[in-house]
């Protein structure tokens, strides 16, 4: 078992590690970012439809594509340019910024999320900016996080998306699986 360090003496609790809101690295050890992708495989828990299964597997083709400001093609895609070409795949016309994808999409509870819904984020150094993912299942959903890096998976109870989810929501009609 690894030999756990704490700090000597404390000023308060937001010091020990695992209690600050900022992210902890060890000297010469990788950002998360830096490290490879882990292949994710979906287990349902209740059945998908076809139509979110269509945009689950368009969004997990997309892993590994690079970021592309304007991007909605595998030639890279930008958040909201994802979303787009998953929902392109199912006849669905979506708005093409995240803004008004999520001004115009149907809200969910984040209790009530289900693999394929979107999941949108504020975006702090951008006044008013939205960041939009699709949410796969198992508390994981796919978005094309930023210049020079690629769509990746990321999970809703990283602290940062925590911190700053906004809503989930779609342009699904009601009975779509």
């Known amino acids: 078992m690894p030999e756990v360090k704490t700090p000597d003496s404390p000023r308060n609790q937001s ?20 490290q490879p992708e882990p292949k994710v495989k979906i287990a349902r828990t209740a059945p998908v439809g076809k139509t979110r299964q269509t945009i689950i597997q368009t969004a997990m083709t997309a892993v590994g ?37 999520f001004k115009k999409s149907t809200s969910i509870t984040r209790r009530n999320i289900k693999p394929a819904d979107l999941v949108f984020f504020s975006v702090p150094r951008r006044r008013g900016g939205v960041h939009v993912g699709i949410y796969i299942g198992k508390g994981l959903f796919v978005h094309a996080p930023g210049r020079g890096r690629k769509v990746k998976h990321a999970s809703l109870n990283n602290i940062y998306f925590k911190q700053h989810f906004i809503k989930a929501g779609n342009f699904l009609k009601k009975d779509a699986g």
Do not use: M
Not at 17 to 33: A, E, F, I, L
């Open 65 to 101: 594509k690079p970021y592309r400001w304007g991007g909605l093609s595998p030639k890279g895609f930008d958040c909201s340019g994802l979303v787009v070409y998953a929902y392109k795949k199912i006849g669905i016309h979506v708005p093409r910024t995240a803004k008004a994808q």
């Open 15 to 34: 010091e020990l590690p695992g209690q600050s809101n900022k992210p902890v690295y060890k000297k010469n050890s990788p950002r998360p970012d830096s």
